[in-house]
Each structure stands twice: as structure tokens, then as C-alpha cells.
């Protein structure tokens, strides 16, 4: 067994940076044998080295810097962004998976209704939870990646960074100004899971179709093609806007003027996007008429051709379109006019004192 | 936390920046670390070889102490001495500190501290 001295410093060295190994070594080895007598055998020795307490502690004291992998400059900040990234998107995960599973349970031919209906809770569950977990522990993996490189290369832990009391955040009106992270990653979840759903119809994953059970099984796509292509980029454009929004909602977390901002171009985009889409030339299927029986069909015929801005007074069908666009722009600027009053509203205190000037 | 854990945690806490002080003040002329802990332990001053030789070597690359392996005798030996900043620096601090225990000793005086409190 080599000698207990050179154990115990190449335990310590080893702990250090390359370059100092040597050096401390050596520093080390003869402040010690300088405790030690000539003839000092092991237990003395151990003696001595016990004084210097455990290599690890010993090897702490020695390293120069301070070492994290998340420094407490920033520590604060990664906590409340993994906070909110691990559950938005283990959330949205979670709800993809849901849907996928009962894609899943649909997709495979099921004999009976009881099984049917033990494969599709199997599918949901097992979906979901896999995504979710999956997605949730990505998450946690990219950001803490994210926030070493950003620590790495910006410098953030060691210099301080420069501050001014004119930056300091306003103090949000309790309850009042701030817009609370669930309702956030709530929305945020919804908007992905709906889009994701009309552009799996879109493009046919999971087509809206009808379909005859007779002797000869006829599916049919309820929409027209050229309506469902139409359809994709408009879902996608106002769906990144919905993104945006409440991405902006969920780092700001109150009614700010550039929240607003968001708010009212998402609902723009919202309306823009059902604007178009309701205005295509063709929007159902043209050989869904004969699908169905001819007592359906006239019905059917006023919906072939129900297109709002083409004569839809003529056309009850398209009177229910343009119902349905009232009721989307309605809600929209009513939107946009609640985050309008909520951020430009007057301070509670002004109110007040306002009330205060009338009463007197 | 045992109340006697916090004392001791806060007298280390105290000690910390005065060790600096006490070790710039022992290195009158150049000394190997066994040889200064000997003589700061002597002098009163409670510290570890496993604290001492890590600030040495701190200090060392802070170019405050300047070292210099002897190789004469049959064990080589490493001599601490305090630079020419080191210096500059010590007379900075033995200022401040005289300063600051003139302001503890005014605020902290024992009995009249015990006055104000009955």
C-alpha cells in the first residue's frame, strides 16, 4: 500500500483544477512532513492528516472560484422560468398526448364497445402521461442547458450587472393589474391543443367526414379541399399570434401597454383569419348533396353554395356564417377593448381621490 | 441551529477578514507555512493549517504574497513573503481596521450598553 501521505494528496489533488494539482501537491506534502518528526511512522501521520479535515473539504478551501452551474445571480430567474416551462409545456404535451391517444384508440378496429372504451381510457392515459412527463423533463434538461450557456458566456454570475433605481419594475395593483400565470398557461395550452386539432382535420390525420354505413361504406369529406388548404395557413398565422400573446402575458404577468398591444394584434389576426376563411369561394364538400338521401337534399343545395359575401342573404345557410362572423369580431374587439380598459384604467389610489374631490 | 453552533458560526464569520490582517502582520520577513501557523497560533490567533495554506496560496495569486521554493536543505520547502502591493494594501487595511474598532469600541462598550438596555 503506498504511504497514507500520498493517498491523502492525491484524494485532495485530484479535486483541483489541472494546472494547480502539482503545485499544491508539493505545498501540501511539505507543510506537512514539517508537522511531522523524522521519523514519524503511521500514525502519526494520520494524526496529522486528520487536522486537515476530509480531501473534499480540504480541496474546497484550495479552488479559487466559487463553482455552480447555476450561480446565485441568476438562480432566481431559472427557477420561475423552469417553473413556468415545465408546466406549459408538459401541459401542452400532456393534452397532445391525450389526443393522440384517442387518435390512437379510433384508429385500431375494436369488437366490442366495452373494449373499445377500456382501449381509449388505456390510449389516453398512457399517451398523455408519457408526453407529458417526457415533455416536461426535455424541458427541464433545455432550460438548465440554456441558462449554463447563457451564465457561460454572458458573465452574469461574476460581474455585477448594472442597475439603476430607474429600472425598477412598478408596483403591481394588487389583484387588479396582474394577469394570473394559470389563466396564462391555461389559454396558452387551449390555443395549441385547438390549433393542433384543426390542422390535423385540415390535413386529413383527423378528417371531418361522414360516412354511410350502408352495404357499401362511402366516407366523404364534409369540407371541400381547396377550403381546407385555405384553411392551414390561416389556423397557423393566427395561431402564432395567440402564441405570442401569451407568451407576452406569461413574462410580464400584467397589463402593460405592450400586453395590450399583443392582445389586440392576436384578436386582429383571430378575426382577419375567420374573415378569410368563411369568405372561400367553395367551403363544403361538392359531392356531399348526393351523399345523402334526396329528402336532405335541398338543404344541402343552399349549403353547397353558401358562401357569406356570394348573395348569402339569399341563403339561410349563409345567414348562420354570418352570424357566426358577427359573433367572432364582436367577442374579438370586446377583447381587445377589456385589455384596453385594463391597462389604461386609472390607478385605484387616483380613483379615490377623485371620489374624494366630489364628496367634498 | 444550538445556540452555541451560532455563536461559533458568527465568531468564525468575525475572524475571516481579520485573518488576512494577522497573516500580512506575521510576514515581516519571508516564512514557510508551518513556521506561520506556529507563530500566528502562539500570537493567540485560532487557525487551521487546513485554512491557512489555502489563503496563503490565495494570496499568492492575488501577487500580494510573493513564494519561493528553497531547495537547499533536504526537503524543499516553500517561503511565503508579502509583496510590494502587499504592503501598500496592509497599511490600507490596519487604517480601516483601527478605524473600525474605534467605532465598535464606541458603540459596544460593555457597560454602558447593559445602562441603556435597564
Given at each position: 500500500m503506498t504511504d497514507v501521505i500520498e493517498r491523502y494528496l492525491y484524494d485532495v489533488t485530484r479535486r483541483l483544477p489541472e494546472k494547480d494539482r502539482e503545485e499544491v501537491g508539493n505545498e501540501l506534502r511539505a507543510n506537512i512532513y514539517d508537522m511531522l518528526p523524522d521519523d514519524a511512522d503511521d500514525n502519526a501521520k494520520m494524526a496529522v492528516i486528520s487536522q486537515f479535515g476530509p480531501p473534499s473539504l480540504l480541496a474546497g478551501k484550495y479552488m479559487q472560484k466559487q463553482r455552480y452551474l447555476i450561480s446565485p445571480a441568476v438562480y432566481d430567474e431559472y427557477i420561475s422560468v423552469l417553473k413556468i416551462v415545465v408546466f406549459a409545456i408538459g401541459g401542452i404535451a400532456l393534452a397532445i398526448g391525450v389526443i393522440m391517444g384517442i387518435i390512437n384508440a379510433f384508429g385500431t378496429e375494436a369488437a366490442a364497445i366495452s373494449r373499445f372504451m377500456t382501449r381509449i381510457i388505456r390510449d389516453t392515459v398512457t399517451r398523455g402521461l408519457s408526453m407529458g412527463l417526457n415533455a416536461a423533463f426535455q424541458a427541464?434538461?433545455?432550460?438548465?442547458?440554456?441558462?449554463?450557456?447563457?451564465?457561460?458566456?454572458?458573465?452574469?454570475?461574476?460581474?455585477q450587472r448594472?442597475?439603476?433605481?430607474?429600472?425598477l419594475p412598478a408596483v403591481p395593483q394588487k389583484?387588479?393589474?396582474?394577469?394570473?400565470l394559470t389563466e396564462s398557461i391555461?389559454?396558452?395550452?387551449?390555443?395549441?391543443?385547438?390549433?393542433?386539432?384543426?390542422?390535423?382535420?385540415?390535413?386529413?390525420i383527423m378528417p371531418a367526414v361522414f360516412i354511410n354505413f350502408g352495404a357499401d361504406r362511402i366516407i366523404l369529406n364534409t369540407f371541400h379541399v381547396d377550403f381546407l388548404k385555405a384553411c392551414i395557413p390561416a389556423i397557423i398565422i393566427s395561431a402564432l399570434f395567440g402564441a405570442a400573446e401569451y407568451f407576452m402575458k406569461i413574462i410580464v404577468r400584467r397589463w402593460t401597454p405592450a400586453v395590450c398591444a399583443a392582445v389586440i394584434m392576436s384578436n386582429l389576426a383571430g378575426i382577419c383569419a375567420v374573415l378569410y376563411i368563411f369568405s372561400r369561394p367553395v367551403i363544403f364538400n361538392n359531392?356531399?348533396?348526393d351523399f345523402f338521401p334526396s329528402f336532405m337534399w335541398d338543404a344541402f343545395e343552399n349549403i353547397r353554395y353558401a358562401v357569406p359575401f356570394h348573395g348569402a342573404f339569399d341563403n339561410p345557410a349563409g345567414i348562420v356564417f354570418i352570424i357566426i362572423i358577427i359573433i367572432v369580431v364582436i367577442s374579438g374587439l370586446a377583447e381587445c377593448g377589456v385589455a384596453i380598459y385594463k391597462t389604461f384604467r386609472p390607478p385605484l389610489g387616483k380613483v379615490s381621490k377623485i371620489i374624494d374631490i366630489i364628496e367634498d | 441551529?444550538?445556540?452555541?453552533?451560532?455563536?461559533?458560526?458568527?465568531?468564525?464569520?468575525?475572524?475571516?477578514g481579520s485573518l488576512m490582517l494577522a497573516v500580512l502582520g506575521c510576514l515581516d520577513g519571508p516564512r514557510y507555512g508551518y513556521d506561520l501557523l506556529q507563530t500566528l497560533q502562539s500570537k493567540g490567533i485560532d487557525i487551521e493549517a487546513n485554512t491557512l495554506y489555502p489563503l496563503l496560496r490565495r494570496l499568492d495569486s492575488q501577487e500580494i504574497l510573493v513564494s519561493v521554493w528553497d531547495t537547499s536543505e533536504n526537503r524543499p520547502r516553500k517561503y511565503y513573503a508579502i509583496s510590494e502591493k502587499g504592503v501598500k494594501i496592509y497599511a490600507e487595511l490596519i487604517t480601516e481596521w483601527e478605524k473600525m474598532q474605534k467605532s465598535i469600541a464606541n458603540i459596544c462598550r460593555r457597560d454602558e450598553y447593559y445602562d441603556r438596555r435597564n
Open positions: 427541464a434538461f433545455w432550460t438548465t442547458v440554456g441558462f449554463i450557456i447563457y451564465e457561460r458566456t454572458s458573465g452574469a454570475g461574476s460581474v448594472e442597475w439603476k433605481p430607474q429600472d389583484g387588479k393589474n396582474a394577469i394570473p391555461g389559454g396558452l395550452i387551449v390555443l395549441v391543443v385547438f390549433s393542433m386539432i384543426a390542422v390535423m382535420v385540415c390535413v386529413g359531392d356531399l348533396p | 441551529m444550538p445556540e452555541n453552533e451560532q455563536v461559533q458560526s458568527f465568531v468564525t464569520e468575525l475572524r475571516r
